[in-house]
Each structure stands twice: as structure tokens, then as C-alpha cells.
């Protein structure tokens, strides 16, 4: 087997602020959130998905995003996105000036009736009215669709791969920019990310532009690697692998934004991300989260005297 | 990139009862041990640690290594191996019965100096008097050593390739039967272990048969896919990753045995492990070692439903 090449620039996006804290009871004050965004602007990140519009009913702790999107879009440089549910809430996100929608479609029909009482196929038109929408108002917001439960769900347990690249070909007909494939429930191993990821790249090319792993059942960086391997170069992430699924009490969640950054380092893959200044930052959610449950091995063991001696092979 | 070609079975060492127990201050007693030993079998493990031939003083937690020994020869087909780190212990070990015997041996100066008083090359000269020992014996025990710390050391920091790769060659020149390469302090990459793998491979072929991972750093199953990928086929694990340093509390130990072969159950590699048989086996050792530091994700979040799914691309 052959020596690996790897990708020498990848993206880590902050999705700890959504995925994250949804997932958690208590609310975030939004002067937290707001030193959150300004700590992960300054550790390097370039990307974050702030909040969601759902509506503030459903997710109180979500409802100040329109607030978080203004100030995240006073950092240069910085890409906004928020989660979108529906045609409202894609309204909100054009009007909140974020640069992303990132529109959830789930290729679990069961996950998909549970969730939103929709079948994949009745997602797949909603989204088609979201690309109208967009361009009735000539709006310059991009799309991202994410694919969840992509590597199987625990409410139907397997899902299809032909159900997924089927999923990616519609929306991608309908305009959205790009794909994501989400492994929602923490099913995914390594040779399934691999080819997943290599068959959804064959139809998608660049415009496959995700992967969201959780760390459910401590695959989450050996699914990162797998599909690294097959070209992707950008990840979500959460501070402190906040996101666990109510279901499963104490089990990680997503993979934690501080673990890859540091997996990145360790490999010498510029991500752009201070490792020693998003620990701080993990440090000080740490803080403002006591008492729920935080994840991460890089946190606890600190950092290795090696990282900063680039690993060059004599 | 393409895609990747995985073997079809691998084999996961047991080596909680030395690596794990030795790192814990307390005594499990002998009659759990045994337990141990009969539920790791009947999971389907066929090779175990058992213990250490190290001085009882040293570490009284190992000192039933002999008794251990003999019962885990009762099991047809089990492969029993001891660590051993000095000629006394090889004495010992050959009488014991056991299959193979573990010789440790340091990569970096500073940690063979710290540890054992001598330096890497000193070492390599003992390890040539049990060869000469086995012979004069004319024992049938097999001899493996492992590089320990070979991807980097806790004192001295960067451990050079080029070492390793002198201390491999001049160990098989002795006519040691195997060699393995140890991430002691969980400094490791997966770039790193699929290019150390690589080199070591070329000069030691099947002889490089281990794989010794900790997972400090959250890295472990990722760095096993990375030596995976490069051919290597057996790995060393403990229970409930047990074998922490203690120089870093709550950070994890040696890889979980029970996420190690959850990770290749998941994929279809074959390791002959009943991975629900080792989380019993795992929960029963949990109740022995209450108040210790336990680690592992498949036994808090449980296994998917999808597992026993064979994942076919359609």
C-alpha cells in the first residue's frame, strides 16, 4: 500500500454555537456567544455557523441569531452561516446578511418523519422553493445542503447509499452550492466514510464541501482521516464536543473542535487555527458550560512537546 | 485518491492485565485476573498479555504473572505472552510456559535512561544475551520487542526515525523473531505512524507485527487506521483503555480494546471478537476496578443497530 498524500490547507467551521447548543437545556447568554465567535475569530477560525432559524418556540436557546450574525459579519474575513429550517427561516437568514444557509435534509425517511414530518422527497421540494426564494430577491446568500443520518440512523438503522447520491444529484439540480454528508447519529466507520465519500464526490466533484462527524462511538477522527483521504477539506466542529444526543447519556458528541485542530497540527495540515489559543478558548466555555457534559482528549492531556517540531522524516 | 484496500482480519491483543494493571495502584486479585483471562477467550481474543516478569517489589500488582500463565495455557488456541525487561525475567518467562515474550525497548535515550538506568544501546546488548539465553535453553519461546516511545518522548520530545529504524535492524540481526512500535505517550500522528510504518516495513517485512497505540491525545483509532493502511495486522489494547500516564490524570490510556474492535466490527474486518461478549466482559472488569479511571465510547453510547448490517455498497 501506498504512501498517503494529504491535503496541505483544510477548514475546521465552528458549528458549536448550533449544533451544539441546541443540544444543550440552558441558554447561553448572547455576551457569551458573542466572546465565543470573537475567541474563534481570533484563534484563527475562518468559519461559524452561529445559530439557527427555527423558531424561537422550538429552540429559545437558538433565538438571539440574528444578533450574532451582525456581529460575526464585523469580523473581516470571517464566512456566517446558520442553520435554516424552512421559507421563513431562509427569509430571516437573507435578511440577517449571513453568507450561508446550510438547509438539513435527511436521507433517513424514518429520521426524516420523526424530525419534521416530511419524507425526504417533500424536503427535497421545500428546498426547491428556497432556491426560488433566493432568487426572487436576487440574494447573494449561498447554500449548503447537509445530509444527515448519510451513514445510517438509529431510528431505520441502515440507510442506502443510492438513497444518499440520489439526494445530492436532486439538490444539486435544483442550484444549492454545495453538499455536505453528515453522520448525525455516530453510525459511520472508516471504510464506509472512504466510499461514501469517494461514490457522492464522483457526482458532486468540489461541490461536495463537508463532512460532520460525530463522536458517538469514538470513531469521529478516524472518520475525519477517511475522508480527508478522498479529498475533503472542510469539517464541522464543536468546542468541548458539546452536541451528544439525548438518547445516549455521557456519549461524546461532535467531534470537538479542539481534538481536530490539534489532529490537523500533529499531521503539519494548515488549518490557520492557534491550538494553544482554542484550548484557552474551550477553557473559558468550559467556564460558562459547568456542569453539562464536555468532551475532548486534547483539553485533558495538553499538548505534546513535539507539535511544534514539524515531523520531517530524516 | 483511491480507494483503499483493507485486510480481511487483524488480530487485537489483549494487554490490559500488564500495561493496563501495572499503571493502577491496586492489586486485582488473582482470582479476578483469571476471570479476565476466561472471558477475554470465550469473546474470542486468542492473544493475552498476562503479566510481567518484573521484580514483585517493583510492581506487587503483577506479581501472579506465573500463575496466569499457566492458566491461560489451558485455553486451546490462546497465545500467551509476558513482558519481560531483563534476563532474570527471561529465566522466569521460559519456565513459565508462556508463548512469547515482550521486550521493551526505548527509542529515546532519555526515557530508556530515565526508566532503566541505560542507554538504548546498552539494551540491545542484553537483549542479545536472552537470545543467547533462549538457545543455550533451547527454549520454544518466541521473543518480540517493542520500540517503545518510538514516535516521541515525554523528556526528550522528537525521537528520530533513523533510531528506530537502527534499533529494528539491529534486534532482527540477533534473531529476534518480531518487532512492534510503541506510541508510549500518545505523541503520535496518523501521518507520522503510516510513514514510520512504511519505512519500518521495508527494512523488516512481516516481522513488523505490533502496533501499540495509546489514545492520550484522542488520536488512537485514527493512528491504528494509519498503520492498518500500511499492512500491520496486529494490535495491542487494553479493557476500558486502562494504562494512562500518570503524569497526565483523566487523560486516556492504551487504546480500548472493546472501541478497537468495535472499529474493525464495524468496517468487516475480521478479528473474531465477540464485541457484545467483551462489553459483558468489560462491564465485569469495570465493577473490580470501581473508582479507577475508565475510558472507551462503544460501552457508554452502545453499539449501532446497523452493526450486524454488513455495509454492501449497492
Partial sequence: MNALVWPQQVTIREVGLRDGLQSIARTLPTGHKLQWIQGAYEAGIREIEVGSFVPPKLLPQLADTATLVAFAQTLPGLCVSVLVPNLKGAERAMDSGADWMLLPLSASHAHSLANLRKTPDQ?????????????????AIRIEVGISTAFGCTLQGRVEPGEVLCLVQAVLELGVDRVGLADTVGYADPRQVGELFARVRAVAGDQLACGHFHDTRGLGLANVMAALQTGETRFDACLAGIGGCPHAPGASGNVASEDLAYLFASMGVATGIDV????ALRAQVAQWLAGECLHGSIAQAGLPRTLHTPEVMA
Avoid: C
Avoid at 276 to 279: P, Q
Fill in 123 to 139: 424536503v427535497v421540494a421545500e428546498i426547491a422553493d428556497l432556491v426560488d426564494a433566493r432568487r426572487a430577491r436576487g440574494s
Fill in 276 to 279: 494553544a489559543k482554542l484550548l
